[in-house]
């Protein structure tokens, strides 16, 4: 079984900063796809930003120049370093990681933490 763990949420002023954290642990032999996605209330929960275990990214338009994706895969590790915070951020971010262990591959999700942009 494996075990995504998000940190780093909280509340900030709008135009301040975040950086969220995604431990994955468990067992573990690769992973390839990892993604943040949020989900604010009444909304559906989409995707903000993805990378590959090569390091390349893509983001959705209403973070990108704001928001950076890095990982450690030394570590299993997903940050997600979030600038110029808006009100409109505010969401639940969900880390997402496709793992492969003995040959197969599954997505896990992470709890999830808080992010709240205060005007």
């Known amino acids: 079984q494996v075990q995504l763990v998000e940190s780093g949420g909280g509340l900030v002023q709008a135009g301040g900063s975040l950086r969220l954290s995604c431990a994955a642990s468990g067992r573990i032999f690769s992973i390839n796809l990892m993604e943040w996605h949020r989900q604010a209330p009444g909304k559906q929960r989409e995707l903000v930003a993805i990378i590959t275990n090569s390091g390349s990214t893509n983001y959705a338009h209403s973070v990108k120049g704001r928001f950076t994706i890095s990982r450690d895969n030394a570590k299993n590790t997903l940050y997600l370093q979030m600038n110029s915070l808006k009100p409109e951020d505010t969401a639940v971010y969900y880390c997402?990681?496709?793992?492969?262990?003995?040959?197969?591959?599954?997505?896990?999700w992470g709890q999830g933490t808080q992010v709240t942009v205060s005007s």
């Open positions: 997402r990681a496709q793992v492969f262990d003995a040959g197969v591959g599954r997505d896990y």
